[in-house]
């Protein structure tokens, strides 16, 4: 179903975006790449080893120019913008009381704004198309909040209410769109936190382990293969946080 298909990845340089960029490539899809500052030749020279057709746009997706241009290039290289994948994102963690104005503001431009860039350029292709999916990496901690992320927390629950949002907007004309609430994910970010502090995450975690990158790769498609599921919010997380 994704061969020959446009995807574009958001924060695709490292980590989750990395795997979702390699998985979506081995499905058929056409990649379109985005980092702020550079994407890693071993990443291009994978995917293209891979038989598809990779293209780069660099930027941040918090200016509403750059994902004016991410979107747009990716039509005019490729013919179609189909799936669009929010997952750039920062965290700059701190106590309430002590968080600067800079850090809050930082963090809810990236994880939200740059999102709602994204998906307001994006939609205005997918409406002409009368199809399309988009699916936005928000956070198990945008749904349950955690000490010392209120701003990171502010930011992922304001994916999901942009996500359900958007869902209701665009889908007469066809248009998904999901997201997905990670838990914590075996990472470049998580490996470098000291064994203790995994070990208490582990503990909260029903599954007694970390997820992968790949975990939540094989949920993105999922999700972009489905056409009747929209406005929700896929927990991969191994069962942290069941709603009920």
């Known amino acids: 179903m994704l061969k ?22 081995k499905a058929g899809a056409n990649i379109v790449l985005n980092a702020r500052q550079e994407i890693p030749v071993e990443i291009i020279e994978q995917i293209e080893a891979i038989g598809v057709k990779v293209h780069i746009v660099l930027g ?9 241009r991410l979107i747009n290039e990716a039509k005019e290289t490729f013919g179609s913008v189909d799936v669009l994948i929010n997952n750039a994102g920062i965290t700059r963690d701190g106590l309430i009381m002590r968080m600067s104005e800079e850090d809050f503001d930082t963090v809810l431009n990236v994880n939200l704004k740059g ?19 988009i699916i936005n990496l928000s956070s198990v901690i945008g749904l349950i ?11 992922k629950a304001g994916v999901i209410g942009l996500t359900k949002s958007v869902a209701r907007e665009l889908a007469s004309r ?21 064994i203790k502090v995994k070990e208490q995450a582990v503990q909260q975690i029903p599954l007694n382990k970390m997820g992968t990158t790949k975990d939540i790769a094989q949920a993105a498609l999922f999700l972009a293969t489905q056409p009747y599921i929209t406005g929700q ?10 709603n009920g």
């Open 4 to 25: 020959s298909k446009t995807v574009i990845i958001t924060g695709s340089s490292r980590g989750i975006g990395r795997q979702l960029a390699l998985d979506f490539a």
């Open 60 to 68: 941040d997706v918090q200016e509403k120019e750059v994902a004016k």
């Open 115 to 133: 999102s709602f860039n994204t998906i307001q350029a994006a939609s205005k292709i997918m409406l002409k198309q009368r199809s399309g999916t």
């Open 145 to 155: 909040g955690n000490a010392g992320q209120a701003n990171y927390a502010a930011s």
């Open 174 to 194: 066809g248009i998904t769109c999901n997201a997905i609430a990670p838990g914590f994910i075996e990472t470049e970010m998580t490996n470098s936190l000291n």
């Open 233 to 242: 919010v896929l927990n991969v997380d191994g069962g942290m946080v069941m």
